[in-house]
């Protein structure tokens, strides 16, 4: 009952083993494409920031646990510091407060860890948060896209997922940023940044046509099952040559979902029960308190009348 006036609170589990690179708490900020939605395609960029507290950790207590620069990754906070280093090339990354995955990589090797292993577990969390929050994407894409022969590929996002390793290598999810800032303080965010946006911006095929037009079918008005089989046919090519096409022109994002090699299935029996998911109305809104109805003109008379008749009445009683 004390925590019932918190209405606006965020509650975080505190990561009691942090992975720390030269004593510092770190976290990662990596970039996530989600290319459409119908069909789900997520894309993952190889590259991001390592971005790094400006003083050395100490577990918390009740003399530390008022120091953010130790506890607090978030580069908003740290860069107001006086010992935030700012990196002055973005091709040395071996110093500053923010260092990007090359030399993440590095210093994970020479410190023991299995460096597939670490990504392995980041692409998988990253899969299965965007699938956690599927069945509202699809829904509100279906809601908003009603052409019969849609390919999915009327939106994208990117995404920047927080991230945060602890002594083990496991990945912890810290949040996820659907408008991620797109800044560039430093040679690093620039390099990094303007990398992502720039390949995100071939993969959608921008400026002139898109994609390529679906093959027209001569013969009369189709009724609706026939124009959805067609539809499904030209999803089916398309989307064939869309992989072509992503594969040909991905150089720093991967696909994470669908695989070539199909060892994203596993994840399909999270997914599969939600693709069709048929549109739900949102609830009638709570109605106003009830007016009593309006009297006509006639009745407002008629009632004038009749308490002017008892008045009249009372007065001569």
């Known amino acids: 009952s004390e925590y019932m006036?918190?209405?606006?609170?965020?509650?975080?589990?505190?990561?009691?083993?942090?992975?720390?690179?030269?004593?510092?708490k770190f976290d990662l900020r990596v970039y996530v494409m989600v290319l459409s939605v119908c069909p789900l395609r997520i894309l993952f960029y190889q590259n991001g920031l390592v971005r790094m507290c400006t003083e050395q950790y100490q577990p918390p207590d009740e003399e530390n646990l008022q120091c953010q620069y130790q506890h607090i990754t978030n580069y908003a906070v740290n860069k107001y510091n006086d010992n935030f280093v700012f990196n002055t090339n973005a091709k040395q990354t071996e110093q500053g407060s923010k260092r990007d995955f090359t030399f993440l990589n590095r210093w994970l090797t020479k410190n023991g860890f299995d460096v597939d292993l670490v990504w392995s577990g980041v692409h998988d969390m990253v899969i299965k948060t965007v699938i956690s929050a599927y069945r509202l994407l699809s829904q509100t894409y279906r809601s908003c896209i009603l052409r019969d022969d849609d390919n999915g590929m009327s939106c994208f996002e990117i995404l920047g997922f927080d991230i945060m390793l602890d002594t083990t290598g496991k990945c912890w999810l810290i949040e996820v940023n659907h408008s991620p800032s797109w800044a560039v303080d430093t040679p690093l965010d620039l390099h990094i940044k303007s990398s992502v946006i720039t390949?995100?911006?071939?993969?959608?095929q921008l400026p002139g046509e898109r994609?390529?037009?679906p093959p027209r079918h001569s013969g009369g008005h189709a009724d609706r099952g026939e124009r959805l089989r067609r539809a499904a046919h030209n999803k089916r090519n398309f989307l064939e040559y869309r992989t072509r096409f992503e594969d040909q022109t991905m150089s720093g994002f991967i696909r994470l979902y669908p695989k070539n090699d199909g060892s994203h299935k596993k994840y399909d029996r999270f997914l599969n029960p939600m693709v069709v998911v048929p549109y739900e109305p949102p609830p009638p809104p709570i109605p106003y308190p009830l007016r009593p109805p309006r009297k006509r003109l006639s009745e407002i008379k008629s009632e004038t009348i009749s308490e002017n008749k008892s008045i009249s009445q009372s007065m001569g009683a």
């Open 5 to 24: 006036g918190f209405e606006n609170t965020v509650v975080q589990e505190y990561i009691t083993n942090p992975m720390l690179i030269e004593g510092r």
């Open 211 to 213: 994609h390529p037009p």
């Open 199 to 204: 390949e995100a911006m071939k993969l959608i």
